[in-house]
């Protein structure tokens, strides 16, 4: 089955490296106009050139609603129409047990995890989902499922990023779509603390399917929500761990 989005435009934030520029790539390559954001400048300029098909770029804070206005309007008058919206960038500046978190992180952590996709969701419903329909796909975690000793600030926010993702997809049919993807740990930049040297491969052994995620598995997920095949999906979050949430655990 070949998926195509010819005629779509799709937005997607992070999307100059990592997980976000793998959906942008997958996105391209089927026949999608794209536009991807990020802070740099000149990560975004190369990063458009290798996902090709003309894809463009705007920097800014993912944080700021003036930043979301600034994409949805250049996406609009480069495209002509905002049709997916990939919510992906994220931050974790705080690790660590939630209870001894300091504000200033907490905020940060809140802002671009959880309000920033909901400011950025209304901006392109507003500008033309709201008239054309569409699909909105937010970048959760495994981490949303469970608890952490470390990152338990982060996975609130992913969480809660699921349950919006449940009260859009409510609220936005049958014009709008949305669902979320929650991976596991995956090999990017983000997340290396998480996966380099030997822990990496601890992590992988204890999943069934014996590997860590790569960004690659993430975008053929978003380009089956994005296109025809996911027609009839919507207020879900779809977990892609390696198995991870099945695995057999030693007793005792």
């Not at 400011?119 to 469970?146: C, H, P, R, Y």
């Not at 949305?178 to 998480?194: M, Q, S, Y």
Request: hydrophobic share 45%; with cysteine; aromatic share 6%.
């Amino acid at each position: 089955m070949e998926l195509r989005l010819d005629g779509k435009v799709a937005l997607v934030t992070g999307g100059s490296r990592g997980i976000g520029k793998a959906i942008a790539t997958a996105f391209a390559n089927a026949g999608a106009k794209v536009m991807i954001v990020s802070r740099k400048a000149e990560t975004l300029e190369e990063a458009a050139a290798e996902i090709g098909n003309g894809c463009q770029w705007i920097a800014g804070n993912t944080g700021e609603i003036e930043t979301a206005q600034a994409a949805v309007a250049a996406t609009m008058e480069a495209f002509g129409s905002v049709d997916i919206l990939v919510n992906n960038a994220a931050t974790n500046p705080y690790a660590g047990p939630m209870i001894d978190v300091d504000l200033p992180r907490w905020d940060k952590t809140i802002l671009v995890n959880l309000t920033a996709p909901l400011f950025w969701t209304q901006t392109a419903w507003e500008a033309s989902m709201k008239d054309t329909g569409g699909v909105v796909i937010n970048i959760s975690s495994v981490g949303g499922l469970s608890t952490s000793p470390v990152l338990g600030v982060y996975d609130l926010t992913k969480s809660a990023l699921i349950h919006m993702t449940e009260q859009l997809g409510a609220e936005l049919g049958p014009g709008v779509r949305v669902n979320a993807i929650c991976p596991g740990l995956i090999k990017t930049d983000f997340a290396r603390l998480l996966w380099e040297g030997e822990k990496g491969k601890e992590v992988a052994e204890m999943y069934p399917l014996k590997r860590l995620g790569e960004v690659e598995d993430i975008a053929g997920a978003a380009l089956y929500l994005a296109a025809d095949t996911g027609s009839w999906i919507t207020g879900q979050h779809i977990v892609l761990d390696g198995g991870g949430l099945v695995r057999f655990t030693a007793e005792e």
